[in-house]
């Protein structure tokens, strides 16, 4: 049987390729460590490294072994883990990306639910895009994304767990500010702090939305984000259509209007996954996601 002290001996000298640095690394001096090397190169009956006064250097066999070496020791740290989550009575982790809109509304409601329902799972949060979370995902890297509509052609499973309205964000001494339902017509000639193309959907949404109307737009400013549009909004630079969610950001130079529409206009959030995740806490989770699915936040 393999002595792990040794096979991570190994994978010290073979990150460093210097018995001197590793010996460091590892907080010990450098004769116990090639004492360790001698005895794993024994048990294997290989040689892992060449060595002269002047570098080392990995053997066909050590290059081989370190692959595997390296995956014993994250099987050992995950046992610990494990072992430590099971004494405290935590079933595992579940890993959740989301976009930095969820977390006006969604997000808080989501953890809050989790945490009362299956306190036994620990969530791992991760702020990501949508295009980044596509990809975390079918790495593996990410077990559940709250995202925007996906697009294009893809092979993940998704859920709309919020569809809200578009509002209008207004500086306070604005004299729309002053009106309960603006018309978009009201925005013909105002300067406008538009969603970025990065920020795709949104950006596609209310292209279409001014286009649709015969609204000619008067954009000062474009963003990625709904926090850095709404602090432009605050400085009194423009106005802007933002999801309803955004409301519950803190500016006090800001109010919202519900904009008077011929049309409805909402911004959906999913919830995406793969179907190939093996994580045996995902189903848990997915149903708790379902329980609250295409809540309105209009309301």
Known sequence: MLDMVQVKSFVAVASELNFSRAARQLNMTQPPLSRQIRLLEQQLDVTLFERNSRRVTLTP???AFLAEAQKLLAQGDAAITAT????????GSIRIAFVGAATYGFLPHFISAARTLTPQIELDLVQMETAEQLQAINRGDVDL????????????????VV???MMLAIPRA???GSRRRPTLEALNGEPIIMFSP????????????????NITPHIVQSMTHSQAILSLVSAGIGL??????TRHACYDNVVFRPLDLRQECVAELHAIWSSENRNP??????????SSAVRDLSS
């Open 61 to 63: 066999a050590g290059l």
């Open 84 to 91: 430590r989550r099971a004494a405290r009575g935590s079933a």
């Open 145 to 160: 994304g709250f995202s925007r509509p996906l697009s294009g052609t893809h092979q993940l499973q998704s859920l709309c």
């Open 163 to 165: 569809r809200e309205p």
């Open 174 to 176: 604005h004299p729309l």
């Open 198 to 213: 990065q920020a795709r959907y949104l950006h596609e949404k209310l292209a279409a939305l001014m286009t649709d109307n």
């Open 240 to 245: 802007a259509i933002v999801p309803a969610a």
């Open 281 to 290: 806490l995902l189903p848990e989770i997915r149903s708790l996601v379902g």
